[in-house]
C-alpha cells in the first residue's frame, strides 16, 4: 500500500530553518514529478514547490522563492524541503505529493507541522 511520511517539522523562531522530509513506501516516486504542500489554520491546502523527477527542474510559489529549496533522492525514494528564513506566514501542516497538474494524486500523509514564533 502506498504511503507517503512527512516528517522535520516543529517549532522555530523566525530567521529560522528547517529541512522536511517526505519518505515514501509501498511505491516508487522516481518517475512521479513531486511537490510540497501546505495548509494553514481556516485555509485551503495550497502548492509551494515542485521538482522534476530528475531534480533538475524546480518551481516555486512567489511566496518562498528564493528562501525554501526542494530537493529529492532518488535512491532513497524521497523527497525533502529545506526552508529558511521562516516567517511566522509559513505557519502551516506540510505535505508532499505528486505535481498539481497530476490526475492522480497518491494518498495524503498525516503531514508535519511548522510553527513558526517568537
Known amino acids: 500500500q502506498e504511503q507517503l511520511v512527512e516528517s522535520g517539522g516543529g517549532w522555530v523562531q523566525p530567521g529560522g530553518s528547517l529541512r522536511l522530509s517526505c519518505a515514501a513506501s509501498?511505491?516508487?516516486?522516481?518517475?512521479?514529478?513531486m511537490a510540497w504542500y501546505r495548509q494553514a489554520p481556516g485555509n485551503q491546502r495550497e502548492w509551494v514547490a515542485t521538482?522534476?523527477?530528475?531534480?533538475?527542474?524546480?518551481n516555486y510559489a512567489d511566496s518562498v522563492k528564493g528562501r525554501f529549496n526542494i530537493s529529492r533522492d532518488n535512491a532513497k525514494n524521497t523527497v525533502y524541503l529545506q526552508m529558511n528564513s521562516l516567517k511566522p506566514e509559513n505557519t502551516a501542516v506540510y505535505y508532499c505529493?505528486?505535481?498539481?497538474?497530476?490526475?492522480?494524486?497518491?494518498?495524503w500523509g498525516q503531514g508535519t507541522q511548522v510553527t513558526v514564533s517568537s
Open positions: 521538482i522534476s523527477t530528475s531534480g533538475v527542474s524546480t
Open positions: 505529493n505528486r505535481s498539481p497538474n497530476t490526475i492522480r494524486r497518491l494518498n
Open positions: 509501498g511505491i516508487s516516486i522516481g518517475t512521479y514529478f
